[in-house]
C-alpha cells in the first residue's frame, strides 16, 4: 500500500483553510460565483417573506372581513364574500413564485458550471501535477491510490462548492432575513427563537468532530481498498498459480470491513444532526406558541392573529436553515479527507528540480563520467557505493550481473530519474545537476524492459517522442530495426496500453520510437528479453548499426547479445568488479566467464531437448 502520508487539517480550524484553499478554484469564475449567491440569497429572502404575507393576509383580510361578516349576520343582514382582497395576495404569491422559480433555476445553471469547471481545473492540476514528480514518488504510491484522487475525492470536493454550498448560503441568508423580520415585529418572541440557536450549535461542534475522525479513517480505508482491488487483479494469475485466492480474499475482506465500521460510525453521527435540528425546532415552535398564544389572547392583545402565525411560521421556517448548515458542515466533514488527500499530493515537490539558472544542452557528445557516486532508495540500504565510471563518447557498453546488483540503477542515475546520494555524475564532462533535466532527457533514447504503447495508432506511438517526424523517417526507423511489417499497418490502432499486440510488437514499436529521436545516448535495460529469438536476430542487426557514433548502455539477459560491445561491466552489490571486452573478459576466467559459460550451456541443452 502507499506509503505517502496525507496532508491533515487536524487542528480546531481545521475546516477554514480546506475551505480557503478549495474556494480559491470557484474564485476563478467570479461572475459565476456571484451570480450563484445573487440567486441564492434571492431564494432565501423571498422564502423569508411568505410569513409577513401570510401576517399581512390574515390580519388585513381574513380577520378583518370574517369580524365584518359576524357583525352582519348579528343584525340579520346577508353577509358576501369579498374576494377582491383575496385575489391581490393570490397575484403577490403568484409573482413571489414565479421569482422562486426564477432564481431556482439561475442557481442551479451556475453550481452545474461552477462544479464542472472547478473539478476540470483541479483534475489538470493534478495530472500535471502527476507529470510532474519523479520516479522516487512512484516508489511510494499505488496506482489505486493516484486514481482516488483524481476521480472520487475530485468529484466529493466540487460537490461541496457547488451543491452544497447552495445550503450554506441559502441558510445564512435565510437565518439573517428570519431573524431581522422577527426583530422588527416583536423582540421577546424572537428572542425566543434566537437562544435556542447556540444550543444546537453547541451540540453541533461536537458532534462534526466525530464525523470528520470517522470520515477520514473512511477515506483512508477507500483508498487501501482501490489500491488493493487494482493489485490483485492485475496480479491474479500469480493469486491462481500460488494457490492465494482465499488469503487475497481474506486480506480484502479484511479491509472492506474496517471501511464498512468507519463509514457506518460517520454516517451514523451524520444522522444525528436532523433529529436534534428537528427537536430544536419543535422547542422552538411549542414555546412561540405557548407565549405567543398568550400574548394574542390577552384582552386587549398584544400581539395579532396574523403576528402569532407569522412567527409560528419563522419558529418552523428558520430551523430548515439550520439543519441545511448543518448538513453542509456535515458534507463538509465527509469532504475534508478527500480534499486533504488532494491537496497533500498537489503540494508534493519533485524530489528532482533543475537549480534556479540552469542552462540547457545543446548538442551533446555523450560522455558520462561517475565520480565517487553513491546512491540508495532508502537510507542504510545502499545500492551503489563509491563507483567510478567513465564512459566515452561514442562507446558501447554492457552491464551485466546478478538481479539486484544496481544495473537498472546505474541507467536511472544517468537518465536522472533519480540523483545521486553522493559524488557527481558528469556528461561531457559538465555536472548534470547543474543543466536542466529536459534537456538531458532529450538527447537520451530509452527501451525498457517492459515497452508501454498508448491508446492510438502505430503511428501515433512510433511519433511519441518527435511529432515532427515524416513518413519516411518513420518507415527507416522500423526497416532499421527489421519491423517492415509494420509498414502497412501504421494506421492499425493498438488498443489501451497496447492490448491488440503481443508483447514482442509492442516492443518492436518501443525500439522504432526511441530510433526516431534520433539519440546521442541509447540505453537499453533488458530490451530484447521479451522478443523470440527470430525478432532479436534481426533487432541485432539494427541495433549495431543504431549505435554506430553513439554512447550506447545495453542492459540483456542473453550475453550473446552483447559480444559485440565495446566493453562489458560485471556490476556486484553495486560495485564493478570486471571491466573489459568479451574477448578479454573470457580470456580472464572470472565472474562473466561462468556467467557466459552457464548460460550457453543451458541454450545448448535447449536446443538438444527440443530436438
Not at 244 to 264: N, P, T, V, W
Not at 427 to 438: F, K, L, N
Request: glycine letters at 8%; one cysteine or more; hydrophobic letters at 45%.
Amino acid at each position: 500500500m502507499s506509503k505517502l502520508r496525507d496532508r491533515q487539517f487536524r487542528n480546531e480550524g481545521s475546516l477554514y483553510p480546506f475551505l480557503k484553499r478549495l474556494f480559491k478554484y470557484s474564485l476563478k469564475y467570479k461572475k459565476w460565483l456571484a451570480g450563484f449567491i445573487v440567486f441564492v440569497l434571492g431564494v432565501a429572502a423571498v422564502e423569508a417573506i411568505f410569513p409577513l404575507i401570510w401576517l399581512s393576509l390574515l390580519d388585513k383580510a381574513i380577520v378583518p372581513i370574517v369580524e365584518k361578516n359576524k357583525i352582519m349576520i348579528q343584525n340579520g343582514t346577508h353577509a358576501d364574500a369579498d374576494t377582491g382582497t383575496l385575489a391581490y395576495y393570490v397575484t403577490i404569491i403568484f409573482l413571489l413564485g414565479a421569482a422562486l422559480s426564477g432564481s431556482v433555476f439561475m442557481f442551479i445553471n451556475f453550481a452545474g458550471r461552477i462544479q464542472e469547471y472547478v473539478m476540470f481545473d483541479i483534475r489538470q492540476d493534478l495530472f500535471k501535477k502527476l507529470q510532474e514528480l519523479t520516479f522516487s514518488f512512484y516508489d511510494k504510491a499505488a496506482v489505486g491510490w493516484l486514481m482516488t484522487r483524481i476521480t472520487s475525492d475530485t468529484i466529493k470536493v466540487t460537490e461541496l462548492i457547488s451543491w452544497g454550498f447552495i445550503e450554506f448560503v441559502w441558510g445564512t441568508g435565510m437565518i439573517i432575513f428570519c431573524i431581522t423580520a422577527m426583530l422588527l415585529y416583536n423582540v421577546k418572541l424572537a428572542l425566543i427563537v434566537i437562544l435556542t440557536i447556540p444550543v444546537l450549535m453547541i451540540i453541533s461542534i461536537k458532534v462534526r468532530k466525530l464525523i470528520l475522525k470517522f470520515s477520514r479513517e473512511s477515506r483512508r480505508y477507500n483508498s487501501e481498498i482501490t489500491a488493493s482491488y487494482n493489485e490483485h487483479i492485475v496480479g491474479v494469475e500469480v493469486n491462481k498459480s500460488m494457490v492465494q485466492e482465499s488469503r487475497a480474499s481474506g486480506e480484502f475482506d479484511s479491509l472492506s470491513d474496517k471501511m464498512r465500521i468507519s463509514s457506518y460510525k460517520s454516517a451514523y453521527f451524520s444522522a444525528l444532526y436532523q433529529p436534534l435540528v428537528i427537536f430544536g425546532g419543535s422547542v422552538a415552535a411549542a414555546l412561540i406558541i405557548f407565549y405567543g398564544g398568550s400574548m394574542a389572547v390577552k384582552f386587549p392583545p398584544e400581539i395579532t392573529v396574523g403576528m402569532l402565525a407569522a412567527f409560528f411560521g419563522y419558529a418552523t421556517l428558520i430551523y430548515e436553515p439550520i439543519l441545511d448548515i448543518s448538513r453542509f458542515y456535515s458534507q463538509a466533514q465527509n469532504s475534508i479527507s478527500a480534499g486533504e488527500r488532494i491537496f497533500s499530493l498537489l503540494d508534493t515537490h519533485p524530489a528532482i528540480k533543475d537549480k534556479p539558472g540552469a542552462e540547457d544542452f545543446n548538442d551533446i557528445k555523450g560522455d558520462i563520467e561517475f565520480e565517487n557516486v553513491s546512491f540508495y532508495y532508502e537510507k542504510n540500504k545502499p545500492v551503489i557505493e563509491n563507483m567510478d565510471l567513465r564512459i566515452q563518447a561514442g562507446e558501447s557498453i554492457a552491464l551485466v550481473g546478478e538481479t539486484g546488483g544496481g544495473k537498472s540503477s546505474i541507467i536511472n542515475l544517468i537518465c536522472r530519474f533519480y540523483e545521486p546520494t553522493g559524488g557527481k555524475i558528469r556528461i561531457d564532462g559538465i555536472d548534470y545537476t547543474d543543466m536542466t533535466t529536459v534537456s538531458l532527457r532529450n538527447k537520451l533514447g530509452v527501451v525498457l524492459q517492459t515497452p508501454h504503447l498508448f491508446s492510438g495508432t502505430i503511428r501515433e506511438n512510433i511519433k511519441y517522442g518527435r511529432d515532427d517526424a515524416d513518413e519516411h523517417e518513420i518507415i527507416n526507423s522500423l526497416t532499421l530495426i527489421g519491423g517492415e511489417e509494420f509498414i502497412e499497418r501504421l494506421d492499425e490502432e493498438v488498443g489501451e496500453g497496447g492490448e491488440r499486440l503481443s508483447l514482442g510488437e509492442k516492443q518492436m514499436i518501443s525500439f522504432s520510437r526511441a530510433i526516431l529521436a534520433d539519440p546521442r545516448i541509447f540505453i537499453m535495460d533488458e530490451a530484447t528479453s521479451s522478443i523470440d529469438t527470430l525478432a532479436e536476430a534481426k533487432i541485432q542487426n539494427g541495433i549495431h548499426e543504431l549505435i554506430k557514433g553513439r554512447t550506447s548502455i545495453i542492459i540483456a539477459h542473453r550475453l550473446s547479445t552483447i559480444k559485440n560491445c565495446d566493453r562489458i561491466i560485471v556490476i556486484r552489490k553495486g560495485k564493478i568488479i570486471e571491466d573489459g571486452s568479451h574477448s578479454q573478459l573470457m580470456k580472464a576466467k572470472g565472474n562473466y566467464f561462468n556467467l557466459y559459460t552457464r548460460q550457453l550451456r543451458e541454450q545448448r541443452e535447449k536446443e538438444m531437448l527440443a530436438n
